[in-house]
């Protein structure tokens, strides 16, 4: 094995050191969290069992093809913060730019939620230490994570999303085993199932569309592929494979898990809805528990959300540095944030989307108020940056061919085009619209900011960039194909011998 064992690529320092095994266990732990393991509850209650298992299964289809769409490019072009350098490459650099800053200042938000939410959590056993101390703890040991080295990352977060997978395999075993009546006292599943012989849907149609919000927020994390692509070993082989995984596993767990929850759980249960971080205890996870007859369940399900909590902060930390890294490779952020140390880890971004969380994590001590405005710009940015992948991926493969390519040069190619990033596109511009249609209704135009500041943010920025340097739509023949961007020279993965393996 050569010096440069756990190999350096040339692209400014960043290290290629994530596995196929790390790759997959990112994006399947990134989707599963608080969104399966409380909010789940609340869809149930909102849209009654089979309402809620369906909008669950679309969700879920949907976003299959998005990574298949996220899984063509990334092994084509596998680059650090990939989002803002596809939709730079292939739409145009106004449409990168926002989708870049955005998604950045998305996951930065988040990592102060996160901080938070450990406080909340911890609360539940010592309810009388200050939480902002444990929040303090959770946002120390992640920055000192993510400052080692990506492989370090890598680990923490395959042991933490193994914990949630664990989790949620028992959780099935002991759910079917409840439902057949060999453990828990009897429940009558049909009834359940069918919302007391309603028929399983509740609210009928918007009831579901409501619920399609629900369960995009749970799968959100499942673009991480993309992110991770750039800093793998042998991207041309893992992010197919991840994706391959990610779809079962998802659609194994997810819908397996709020079928158990209907199927045990009465949509009217009152604890179903009142689920949510600070009432732990109502988890549907720990109902279903509870009826098994485990009387330790809520204690449980706070250390598995706990962890939940602080795996999707350590993403949330790992996604924003490497954007503002690229954004700054791409000239569209400031140069330092461009920097890798030895280690391959981008420290002044890494630095900087930290002070950034931490400030908001205070805004949330010395003024709440700002606080909600600052979560509520970010929430639907995760929305955002499933447009921009769709979009990107529709341009890319019009563009592919138009310039004379043949599709057999792809190694992986996405499934259904252009159906797949179309449907994509559709439903994503769906759920931003449906978030809060009541408000609309009542014309709540306090609520609707709230809701909806996050959309104007990204015109804003869209818009600034575009009349500063007076970009357009880049023409399909003229889309950059290459497989670099301004500041990242690509080298074909798998070309070095000296991968450690």
Do not use: C
Not at 128 to 150: E, K
Not at 367 to 396: C, D, E, N, Q
């Amino acid at each position: 094995m050569s010096e440069n064992s756990g190999v350096e690529q040339n692209n400014g320092g960043m290290k290629r050191q994530l596995k196929t095994r790390h790759i997959s266990m990112i994006a399947l732990g990134g989707s599963i969290g608080t969104g399966l393991f409380v909010a789940s509850g609340s869809a149930i209650s909102q849209a009654g069992p089979l309402g809620a298992i369906t909008a669950y299964i679309a969700i879920g289809i949907m976003v299959y093809f998005l990574m298949t769409s996220l899984g063509e490019m990334a092994t084509y072009m596998p680059l650090t913060g990939s989002f803002a350098a596809y939709a730079t490459k292939f739409v145009d650099p106004a449409f990168g730019f926002a989708v870049g800053w955005n998604y950045w200042f998305n996951w930065a938000i988040t990592l102060a939620v996160d901080a938070a939410t450990v406080g909340v959590v911890m609360e539940y056993w010592l309810p009388n230490s200050p939480q902002w101390i444990w929040s303090a703890i959770a946002l120390a040991l992640i920055f000192g994570i993510n400052a080692l080295s990506v492989k370090s990352f890598g680990e923490t977060e395959f042991w933490m999303s193994i914990i949630k997978v664990v989790t949620v395999i028992i959780f099935l075993a002991v759910g079917l085993l409840t439902i057949f009546g060999i453990m828990g006292n009897h429940i009558d599943v049909m009834a359940n199932l069918t919302a007391d012989h309603k028929g399983g849907f509740v609210g009928g149609i918007p009831a579901i569309l409501a619920v399609f919000v629900v369960a995009g927020y749970s799968f959100q994390g499942t673009e991480l592929i993309g992110i991770t692509a750039g800093e793998s070993e042998t991207p041309e082989k893992s992010v197919p494979a991840a994706i391959k995984q990610v779809f079962w596993r998802i659609l194994l767990f997810y819908i397996l898990s709020i079928f158990v929850i209907a199927a045990i759980i009465n949509f009217k249960n009152p604890d179903l809805l009142r689920s949510s971080t600070e009432h732990v205890a109502v988890s549907p996870f720990a109902l279903v528990f509870k009826q098994a007859g485990f009387a330790a369940a809520a204690s449980v399900m706070n250390a598995v959300i706990l962890t939940s909590v602080i795996s999707s902060a350590n993403s949330g930390m790992y996604a924003s540095t490497r954007m503002l890294f690229v954004m700054a490779r791409e000239g569209m952020a400031p140069k330092i944030f461009g920097k890798a140390n030895r280690h391959g880890i981008p420290f002044a971004a890494l630095v900087g989307t930290t002070v950034i969380g931490l400030l908001t994590f205070l805004t949330s001590i010395v003024g709440p108020k700002a606080y909600m405005y600052l979560v509520a710009a970010s929430g639907l940015t995760g929305f955002l940056a499933w447009v921009g992948i769709a979009l990107s991926h529709y341009r890319f493969r019009r563009a592919f061919i138009k310039q004379g390519h043949s599709l057999k040069e792809l190694v992986y190619k996405a499934t259904w085009f252009p159906f797949g990033p179309l449907l994509a596109l559709v439903v994503s511009i769906l759920v931003i619209v449906g978030q809060d249609l009541h408000s609309f209704a009542a014309l709540d135009w306090q609520a609707i900011l709230i809701t909806y500041m996050s959309v104007p943010l990204f015109v804003i920025l869209f818009l600034y960039y575009k009349i500063r340097h007076k970009t357009h739509m880049i023409p399909l023949q003229d889309v950059d194909l290459t497989k670099s961007t301004k500041g990242e020279k690509y080298e074909e993965p798998g070309s070095q011998s000296d991968i450690e393996k």
